[in-house]
Every structure is written in C-alpha cells, then in structure tokens.
C-alpha cells in the first residue's frame, strides 16, 4: 500500500471546483425536465454566483498576485496560473449562459407567448408606449455625464448597469462632444412589462438597456448620438477590516461597506457590438486587461431576470406550490418548552418541515413569564425578522436578552449594523463575537425557570435564523433540553461574551479549538478499524470539502479500505476513485429546487455509531477562523431519520446528482435502464412536507 507520505497526493484547485459548480447550477437551467421559469431562475444564479466568485475569489487571486505571492496551492497552481486557468473557463460559462438565454430560454418563453420585445422589432404602439413610459418613469432619473476637462470619467458602482455614449456636435458652450456616460439608478426594474394592449398580449416585456438605447438621444438635445453601449464593472468586494483592541468593529465596518463598492476593478461586461477603442477607453479607465472585458449578447447583468417569474402568474410553469409540513405538536397554542420536555430533543428538516417552530422557540420566550433569559447568534436573519422583533421585545419586558451577532457576514454587514442597534436600544447586550473570528455556529439558548431550578432549552442549528431562506436552503435543526448540551451551549456564550480559558464541553465540538481534532480522530479511528478487519464507513455531507489535513486523513482511510460516501454540493478539492489512493472514496453533488446547505458527519465506529449535525464545511476558515459547533445526534430514531434523510436518500439519487470523477469532472446521474426515477428532495416533499 502507498501510503500518504511516499508520494505526492491528488488535490483539485478550489476556484476551478467553484466554476464546476457553477457550471452544474447551469446545467439545471439547460435541463428541460426543470419547469421553464425555474429554468429561467437556474440561469439567474449561476449569473449570480459568477458575480460573487469574481468580487470574493478573483478578487482574492489577484491580491496574492500584486503581492507577489506566487506559492502554489495545494494542487500546485500558482496564484497566476490559476487566475489563467479561471479567466478561461469564466469567458466559456459566460458564453454558455448566453447562449442557454438566447437559444434555449428565450425561444422557449416564446412558445409559451411570453415575450422580451426587441427594439429593433416595435410596431408603431409599442414604440410609443416606450417613449411615453421614458419621458415618465426614466428621463425624471436619468442624469448624463459628459466627459471633458471638468467633468472626469465618474466613479463606477459595482455591478452597476452604465451605457457609455458617442456624441458629435457643440453643445451651447461650445464645447465639442465626444463621449458621455449615463448610469442608471438602481432602483430601476432591469425588465419592464408592457401595457398589455400595446404589447398585443398580456406578458410582453422590454429590457431597460432597450429603453434607453431608444432614447438615449433625448439626454442629449442637438446633439448626434452615433453609439450607446451597455457595460458593467464587478469589483473587489472581500471587505477587510482592521481593528485594533480599542477599536469599535461596528464604526470600522460602517466606514468600510461604501468603499466596498468602489473596490479595485476585475472584470468588464460589455454590449458584444461595442467597437474596440471603446472597449479599449473603458479599459484603460478600469485597469483591466483585454482578457478581463466579457462581450455579450444581452444584458449585461442576468441575475436581474429574476424578476420575471414574479411577474408572471403561470404556475404551470413553476414548481409545484409546496407548504412546509407543520408538525401538531407544535401548534402556536401550545407551550413549545412543554413540547420539548416530553419529546426531550425535537429534529427539524427544513423545508419539508416548517421553520415556525423556531421562531415560535423565540417567541414564546419573549412572552413566557418564567422565561428569564435568552442567548443567541445572528448570522443572518433577513429584514423584519420575527425572531429580532421578539428579541427586541423581550428586552423590553426586562428579559436578560444577549445576541452575538456577526457583523462581518459577507453581504449582510449593512443588515446587521441595524439589527445591532435595534437590539441595543431595546436593552439587549449585543456582542460582536471574537476579534479575528467570525461566529458562525447557529444556537439558541433560553433559560426557564422550574419550579425552584432553572432549566435551559436549546436549539442547534445547520443553517441561519432566517425564515426566507428556511424556506429555500435544505437545513436540520435540533431542539433539546438535554442537560449536558445546555451546559455547552451556555459555555460557548460566556466565551463568546466575555473573557476566560480552557473550557471544557462534553458534547459539542467547538472551532477554532476540537473539531478539527475531532474529526481527524474519528476518521483515523476508522481507518483503525478497518485495518483491524472490522466493518469501516465515513458519510459526510457538506457544502464543501478543502481543508487539506483532513483530505489527506480520508485518502489514508480509503487505502486502508474504509468506505467513504460524501456528498459535497460546491467545491471539493478532493479526487476519487484514484487507485492506491482513494479507490474507496466516491463523491457526488446533488443540486435541484432548494439549495443544500446542511453538514452532517457520520463515522460507523465499529457499530457504535457517532452523528454529528453542524454549522461547519471542512474548509480551513470554518475550523479555524470561525467559531462554529457541531453537536451530536444519539436519540436512536433521530439518529436513523438523519441517515435517511441526509445520506440514504441522496445516495440513491438517479436524476439531481454529479458524480465526481477521477479526473476531477462531474458526470450527470441518470436512471439506469428499467431503473426508476428517483429524486431525493422531491421524495423528501412526498413524505415530510405537506405539497
């Protein structure tokens, strides 16, 4: 047997992993067995994520680059060779995702009289009803900036939709024309429905781009227009904070979110007709290389088509309405602390079953007179939330109310500066968690009084105290009043609150400090096992699987003849079916109408089995620059529905699942012959939810 030192181990390259990813999500909109708007909907967040992979991921290569860092990553690609390899396969996804729109998506909609109106193809009505809507709703916004000595190129708004323009002429000063840039405001619908009299048909629509490609000439009176070109700018959008021990993170971060979108320049979209000394000026004014300008053929922003499916009451096609199975022990009437006192832990799957009981877990806290305390992280929680409202509440009632709230969650800094100050002014002790560690573990700990004791209840969680999102992303959540775990929980909040060391938790493993340990234990105990001749197995589901000491553990228990079944939704740098190396080892990606999003670790230990749910991937930042948990399942027939439920099903898979090859490629699952079809979120909905 080679073992893991004697020769150099298989590592795929994280950010091409990402972009694979991403081409799955695109394959979901090109799948024809997927409804046509939510077709439409996959092609929008594969946009989407494209987006956030150039603002977060390139953005991060190309510091390493300036920087002069050129160590290979664990697949030995330089920071440079892997931005080549990146740019490369973004320019094919890109063209792909246009083509998917024009030819597929597009057409497709047509068919089913739904209609985007080309300017170039306007009948008389629909011309005019576009002029009368831009004299109405556009020109009153729309503000053109010339360019000259006194009226430099204007900073850009990341992502923002812009049109650069081609004057000739003198204006009344006596100023020759050239160039102009109009930006249009965000607030602005990227797609417009028309008036159904003038579109001849109740769902014909016009791109904003079209509108003002129509009209553009009006900003711009006695002047020649001879081009206007839509084009769009993402940038370096990873907000870095330093603070200093004495600093206040919350002022840090609220002075850092507007120059977030002013970042430093990474990539151009632009109309494909635009003529290159156009192209090559906008370059110029970005610092941007010619491979970092994407030409295309539609709207410069895709995700914006989102709006679409909202606009159009066709609910065949859509997916099928689906309401979250409210389970009846846990009717807003009855005392949820009763509830789980008689059950003692309570297992929710979201969204087959509803997320209510979480919020009502808070809400009944909030109001219950023997209620004296509650404790809890906020990730993300979404605007008006329930759960922040019966926060706030139950600090106005006097309630000892404590958040630990992660002011860094990417994208949602702005949301929860406001959240933090809401909670403080109710009278909520807000922390910001650990300086140089984001909290990511989702608890929540309420403390009851019991007679002449107080008793704590806790709920665990995969995934955020976000009920928009419950409904979207597939999560477990945990609700106890086991006395040990209660005891952990409340540990982990004086860490998180105040000062103090070495803790010691007795059913919870804890980053930055045992679950890496931990995991790496329980996998070199398998590996144990199976070198002993015993029955040997490792499931594992995740978001993604990086972090290269526990890789390397899996491909030693793979040799020593464990198997191994993960199922990883994004990125993983590991490569299976390798023989001598990871022949036991099979991986695969399951994606479809709700996103996956729960960690979930299994290790047969000799038919002792060990669970754990938790709130980290295997990835180096979630071990060791967060603060996460993950808590463990013994309740038998909890145990064996979260096998079910995360693995079994999921393994038998035949119609949303990837198989990660040897190569380091996704092969689509499909049904064997006379094999049936089965999909494991839709038998998930069959059996937990209430369709």
Same mark, same amino acid.
Request: aromatic letters at 8%; glycine letters at 8%.
């Given at each position: 047997m080679t073992t893991t030192d004697e020769k150099a181990l298989p590592f795929i390259n994280r950010?091409?992993?990402?972009?694979?990813?991403?081409?799955?999500?695109?394959?979901?909109?090109?799948?024809?067995?997927?409804?046509?708007?939510?077709?439409?909907?996959?092609?929008?967040?594969?946009?989407?994520?494209?987006?956030?992979?150039?603002?977060?991921?390139?953005?991060?290569l190309t510091q390493q680059i300036r920087a002069g860092i050129s160590r290979p990553d664990d697949a030995g690609l330089s920071p440079q060779t892997q931005l080549d390899l990146v740019l490369e396969q973004a320019h094919a996804l890109v063209h792909d995702q246009y083509e998917?729109?024009?030819?597929?998506i597009i057409p497709a909609l047509a068919k089913e009289n739904i209609h985007f109106l080309r300017r170039t193809h306007w009948t008389e009505a629909q011309a005019l009803w576009v002029k009368q809507y831009f004299r109405r709703e556009l020109l009153p916004l729309l503000t053109p900036l010339g360019l000259d000595p006194s009226h430099p190129f204007p900073r850009i708004l990341n992502k923002s939709l812009n049109f650069i323009v081609s004057l000739e002429g003198n204006d009344d000063f006596g100023r020759e024309a050239w160039l102009a840039i109009v930006q249009a405001p965000r607030a602005l619908p990227r797609i417009i429905q028309m008036d159904e009299d003038a579109a001849g048909g109740p769902a014909g629509f016009v791109f904003l781009s079209s509108v003002i490609h129509a009209h553009?000439?009006?900003?711009?009176?006695?002047?020649?227009?001879?081009?206007?070109?839509?084009?769009?700018?993402?940038?370096?959008?990873?907000?870095?904070?330093?603070?200093?021990?004495?600093?206040?993170?919350?002022?840090?971060?609220?002075?850092?979110?507007?120059?977030?979108n002013y970042g430093d320049a990474l990539r151009l979209e632009v109309a494909d007709n635009c003529p290159a000394d156009m192209i090559e000026f906008l370059c110029e004014r970005f610092a941007l290389e010619e491979r970092q300008v994407f030409q295309v053929h539609?709207?410069?922003?895709?995700?914006?088509?989102?709006?679409?499916?909202?606009?159009?009451?066709?609910?065949?096609?859509?997916?099928?309405?689906?309401?979250?199975?409210?389970?009846?022990?846990?009717?807003?009437?009855?005392?949820?602390?009763?509830?789980?006192?008689?059950?003692?832990?309570?297992?929710?799957?979201?969204?087959?079953?509803s997320f209510m009981p979480v919020v009502e877990f808070i809400r009944q806290a909030a109001t219950d007179p023997r209620v004296v305390a509650i404790k809890m992280t906020l990730y993300r929680t979404?605007?008006?939330?329930?759960?922040?409202?019966?926060?706030?509440?139950?600090?106005?009632?006097?309630?000892?109310?404590?958040?630990?709230?992660?002011?860094?969650?990417?994208f949602d800094e702005e949301a929860n500066i406001n959240i933090t100050t809401r909670l403080q002014k109710a009278g909520a002790y807000v922390a910001y968690g650990i300086v140089g560690y984001k909290?990511?573990?989702?608890?929540?700990?309420?403390?009851?009084?019991?007679?002449?004791?107080?008793?704590?209840?806790?709920?665990?969680?995969?995934?955020?105290?976000?009920?928009?999102?419950?409904?979207?992303?597939t999560d477990f959540g945990l609700m106890t009043d086991d006395r040990f775990v209660g005891e952990d929980v409340n540990k982990l909040f004086m860490q998180l609150t105040g000062l103090g060391r070495g803790i010691h938790l007795k059913r919870l493993l804890q980053s930055p400090f045992t679950l890496h340990d931990g995991m790496l234990e329980r996998i070199r105990r398998e590996t144990a096992h199976a070198r002993n001749g015993r029955p040997a197995r490792i499931r594992a589901k995740m978001n993604a699987l990086i972090e290269? %000491?526990?890789?390397?553990?899996?491909?030693?228990?793979?040799?020593?003849?464990?198997?191994?079944?993960?199922?990883?939704?994004?990125?993983?740098?590991?490569?299976?079916?390798?023989?001598?190396?990871?022949?036991?080892?099979?991986?695969?990606?399951?994606?479809?109408?709700?996103?996956?999003?729960? %960690?979930?670790?299994?290790?047969?230990?000799?038919?002792?089995?060990?669970?754990?749910?938790?709130s980290a991937d295997w990835m180096p930042r979630n071990f060791f620059a967060r603060v996460e948990t993950a808590f463990p399942v013994d309740t038998p027939e909890i145990r064996a529905r979260v096998i079910d439920e995360a693995f079994d099903?999921?393994?038998?898979?035949?119609?949303?699942?990837?198989?990660?090859?040897?190569?380091?490629?996704?092969?689509?699952?499909?049904?064997?012959?006379?094999?049936?079809?089965?999909?494991?979120?839709?038998?998930?909905?069959?059996?937990?939810?209430?369709?």
């Open positions: 950010e091409l992993s990402l972009l694979g990813f991403n081409r799955r999500v695109l394959e979901l909109a090109q799948d024809r067995n997927v409804p046509l708007l939510e077709r439409l909907k996959f092609l929008c967040i594969s946009s989407s994520n494209l987006d956030e992979f150039f603002e977060v991921r390139v953005g991060t998917t729109l024009n030819r597929e553009v000439h009006e900003l711009f009176p006695g002047m020649t227009v001879t081009g206007c070109y839509q084009f769009r700018v993402t940038r370096n959008s990873d907000l870095s904070v330093d603070v200093d021990d004495d600093d206040d993170l919350l002022q840090t971060l609220q002075g850092g979110l507007f120059e977030r539609g709207p410069v922003n895709l995700h914006r088509l989102m709006a679409l499916p909202g606009l159009i009451d066709r609910p065949e096609l859509k997916d099928p309405p689906f309401t979250p199975r409210l389970e009846a022990d846990f009717d807003p009437d009855r005392n949820i602390f009763e509830t789980i006192e008689q059950q003692g832990s309570v297992l929710l799957h979201h969204p087959y079953q979404g605007k008006d939330s329930a759960i922040v409202d019966a926060l706030e509440s139950a600090a106005r009632a006097g309630k000892e109310v404590t958040a630990v709230v992660e002011l860094r969650a990417r909290t990511h573990a989702k608890m929540a700990l309420v403390v009851r009084r019991d007679g002449n004791r107080l008793k704590r209840f806790v709920h665990l969680g995969t995934g955020n105290y976000h009920p928009g999102t419950a409904r979207l992303y290269k %000491r526990v890789i390397e553990a899996l491909y030693e228990a793979s040799q020593a003849g464990v198997t191994i079944e993960l199922v990883v939704r994004g990125v993983c740098c590991l490569k299976p079916g390798i023989p001598g190396v990871s022949e036991n080892i099979h991986v695969r990606s399951v994606m479809g109408r709700f996103l996956e999003h729960p %960690r979930v670790f299994y290790f047969h230990n000799d038919g002792d089995e060990e669970l754990f749910l938790s099903r999921y393994l038998a898979d035949n119609t949303g699942a990837w198989e990660l090859t040897a190569a380091g490629d996704y092969r689509r699952i499909t049904p064997a012959k006379g094999e049936k079809p089965f999909n494991a979120q839709q038998s998930l909905i069959s059996d937990l939810g209430k369709a």
